[in-house]
C-alpha cells in the first residue's frame, strides 16, 4: 500500500478525519497528504531562493509547525512532567490547539469541537485533523491504530 493510500483510504477514509498528513520523524519530508493540508518543502525552498511565489495556505502544515511538533516530542517535561506545549498549545494548519494529551508517542489536541491527533512511529509521523461532528477518541483510534500497524511493520 502506499503512503497516499494510507492517507486517503485508512484516514480519510474512516470517515472520523477530514485532513490527515504523514511525514517523517523528523518532519523534514512528506510522504502523504490530503489535498490542502501540507505542502512539499520543495515549494519552501524555491521560495527562499526566489524561484517560487507559493505562500503557505492557512490549512496547510507549515515546516515550523512541523519542528514544533517534533520539539514537543522531544521535551521530557519540566521537573512535574509538564511538557511546554502542554501550557503554550499547538499550531497545526495555521490553527492553534489546547493540548489535552501529550505523551512520548501521542499528542492530541482541541480547539472547540474541532481536534488534532498526531503520533509519531520509529519512522513516521501522522496527523489527524477531526472536524466537529466527530469525537477526539473516534479519530483517535484510527490514528493510533494505523501507527500501531507502522511499527509492527517496521516503520
Known amino acids: 500500500m502506499s503512503w497516499q493510500a494510507y492517507v486517503d483510504d485508512r484516514l480519510i477514509g474512516s470517515q472520523q478525519l477530514n485532513k490527515a498528513a504523514i ?3 523528523q518532519g523534514t519530508s512528506v510522504w502523504a497528504a490530503s489535498p490542502g493540508f501540507s505542502r512539499d518543502r520543495q515549494d519552501d525552498l524555491l521560495a527562499a531562493i526566489g524561484h517560487g ?3 503557505a495556505d ?3 502544515v507549515t515546516p515550523d509547525e512541523l519542528k514544533s511538533i517534533v520539539a514537543a516530542f522531544n521535551d521530557k517535561g519540566d521537573k512535574n512532567g509538564v511538557k511546554k ?3 503554550e498549545g499547538i499550531h497545526v494548519a495555521g490553527e492553534r490547539y489546547v493540548v489535552l494529551k501529550a505523551e512520548d508517542r501521542s499528542l492530541y489536541g482541541k480547539k472547540g469541537k474541532e481536534g488534532i491527533v498526531i503520533v509519531k512511529t ?3 509521523m ?3 485533523h477531526h472536524p466537529d461532528n466527530v469525537q477526539t477518541p473516534n ?3 484510527v490514528v493510533e491504530q494505523l501507527a500501531d500497524y507502522l511499527v509492527s ?3
Open 126 to 128: 501522522l496527523i489527524g
Open 58 to 60: 492557512s490549512h496547510e
Open 85 to 87: 506545549v502542554q501550557s
Open 23 to 25: 511525514f517523517d520523524v
Open 139 to 141: 479519530a483517535a483510534t
Open 122 to 124: 520509529t519512522q513516521a
Open 153 to 155: 511493520v517496521g516503520y
Open 53 to 55: 511565489s507559493r505562500a
